[in-house]
């Protein structure tokens, strides 16, 4: 959890508006499929015509790295193999040393990998830019399906057996194929890959003596203003704007349960509307943190 905290304390943004200050933060959101706080990919197992699995897993490797999120690595030829059951896997065999508790297992099946030629119209255009007619192309069309299981070390499959397909139209078959395996592989990555999104967090500008601890955040030193803001709540204990802004400043540097606790606080104390927005937001955070720790 702290390395999250830090990272969104890097992130961090801060502006104000014309209607009001804002905390604009840079929060790391879980995958669609969340691999929880496993940061290490291991191809274990791949099915399919060699030349076909080797370059599907270059292109998992130089991905997934390019990603900068995850290590990626293959183990493919050690002799492990995988059997998934519902939703558990065995893996079993390999001559290395067993699947670590940080390391989530791909087994990749390379399902279809064919191209065909089809027909397509193409505008003819005059020197002007304008079209004067069509003519008939031939174009490939590469196809690529694999079937992907990923797993924990307990056997836990975050996917069981789901196909990703990439299609590509090119002028060459062989690239065609290629780019077409390189789409389906990305779109794995993107399903299991977390990914930082900006969420703009709304400060209360309307106390007028807590001016200078916002420019103090606007400025980029939050965990100033931090200090600062605390000092200024323990003098005003009832003031909801200073509850406010402290919860908005901890929930920008991912200290997010303190942060709920004065959001609370503060909507007790005032019926502003975007408080129990940005309380929302926060709860939203708190859990995404959560779920990439487990």
Do not use: H
């Not at 975050?158 to 389906?184: K, N, T, V």
């Not at 309380?279 to 720790?293: E, I, T, V, Y």
């Amino acid at each position: 959890m702290r390395n999250l905290a830090t990272a969104a304390v890097c992130a961090l943004l801060a502006l104000g508006s014309a209607c009001a200050p804002t905390l604009k933060v840079n929060v790391l959101q879980p995958a669609p499929v969340n691999l929880g706080a496993s940061k290490r990919l291991t191809v274990v197992q791949t099915e399919g015509r060699r030349s076909a699995r080797e370059l599907v897993i270059q292109e998992i490797l130089q991905q997934a790295r390019a990603g900068g999120y995850f290590q990626a690595a293959d183990r493919s030829e050690e002799g492990i193999t995988v059997k998934v059951v519902g939703q558990t896997v065995q893996a079993t065999g390999g001559s290395g040393a067993g699947q670590s508790a940080d390391e989530i297992g791909l087994r990749v099946d390379v399902l279809d990998w064919n191209a065909r030629q089809e027909m397509r119209k193409e505008d003819i255009t005059d020197k002007e830019g304008k079209v004067v007619g069509q003519r008939d192309i031939q174009v490939w069309v590469g196809k690529v399906v694999l079937g992907v299981t990923a797993f924990n070390a307990q056997g836990k499959a975050f996917l069981a057996e789901r196909e990703y397909e990439g299609r590509i139209e090119g002028p060459q078959e062989e690239p065609a194929i290629r780019q077409a395996a390189s789409y389906a592989v990305s779109r794995l990555l993107g399903d299991i890959t977390p990914r930082y999104v900006q969420r703009s967090i709304r400060m209360d500008g309307d106390d007028k003596a807590q001016e200078p601890i916002i420019k103090v955040a606007q400025s980029g030193n939050v965990p100033r203003a931090v200090e600062e803001m605390r000092a200024y709540v323990n003098q005003n204990p009832q003031n909801p704007a200073a509850l406010y802004n402290l919860a908005t400043l901890l929930d920008a540097t991912g200290q997010y349960q303190e942060a709920l606790d004065l959001y609370t606080k503060a909507i007790s104390l005032s019926s502003k509307e975007y408080y129990v927005q940005m309380k929302a937001g926060c709860a939203k955070r708190m859990a995404d943190q959560q779920a990439l720790s487990q």
